[in-house]
């Protein structure tokens, strides 16, 4: 891609353990366009959040990065700056809204004070700017700013998510991490959050790494699509091609696990099963063990992303014998 706002390179995080050291997220290669919504998908701990919490360089011991290059534009390889400089990147370039974020606000603060604290941290701005920051940010996300002086209990589930969202958009980052940004919230109310998230995209421009279990809200919200499968990227594709015609076996199974959007609804076969125990890693292709289309080269042969056509990547041995 001609001048991502991220591209990434190789990335291995490794979760160092006494039971082994776990190889979580293995050469995952990806870019992301300037105001692009990449969605990541993959079966629960496939490695999404891993991910995340990587590129945000907020990975925890025992997990490592032990590999790969974060390269953002404008300022080269993330993966190789100091905390310091990384404290100043983060929410002013890149933020990030964690998974179940409506209860990461702090129940005792009101949310003045929990926007003015990030505002003031990362800018000049004084007092009384930040506050008049908070209220704007605050009729961005359609809530009154005459709600700035109440506690997070104050607001019902939906209200505090977009709370969340309003300040990863404080320092006007250029890219925005969403990691299961509305799953604990009822269908409509999800629907609703990523329609403003995704208005708020269109006036701002940002980029944003979309990571959900829910292929269709993905589809439905992302330009393109990688799938990931125990560690590793095994499918990138322009969301409406993944479901549609899928290259990977495993992407395959996974669309058949959804009903699809539109049309006549199938039976949903899913993928027998289940994902791999990443302290046995077989040889060959990771996803042998439930795959119904192997062929010797899949039990003897690492697989490797590569790119089948245009817009299309895949790590499959059908597909790579082909491009070859
Ligand atoms: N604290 C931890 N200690 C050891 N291994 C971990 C830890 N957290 C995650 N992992 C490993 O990393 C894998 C990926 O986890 P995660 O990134 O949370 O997946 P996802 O977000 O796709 O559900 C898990 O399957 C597990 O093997
Ligand atoms: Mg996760």
Known sequence: MANPQISIRNLCVDYITAAGDVRAVNNVSFDIGKGEVFGLAGESGCGKSTVAFSLMRLHKPPAYITGGEVIFDGHGDILKKTDAEMSTFRWREMSMVFQSAMNALNPVLTVEEQFCDVIMRHTKMDRKQAIRRA??????????????RDYPHQFSGGMRQRLVIAIALALDPKMIIMDEPTTALDVVVQREILQKIYALKEEFGFSILFITHDLSLMVEFSDRIGIMYSGE???????????????????????????????????????????????EIPRGCRFQTRCNKTQPACFTTPTQLSQIEPERFSNCHLFTKIGQ
């Open 233 to 279: 990227l095994i499918e990138i594709a322009p969301s409406k091609q993944i479901l549609e015609a899928p290259f990977h076996p495993y992407t395959e199974g996974l669309g058949s696990s959804f009903p699809p959007l539109t049309g006549p609804k199938t039976k949903l076969t899913g993928i027998k099963g289940n994902p791999l125990n990443l302290l």
């Open 135 to 148: 209220e704007s940010l605050l009729e961005l996300v359609d809530i009154h700013p005459n709600r700035l």
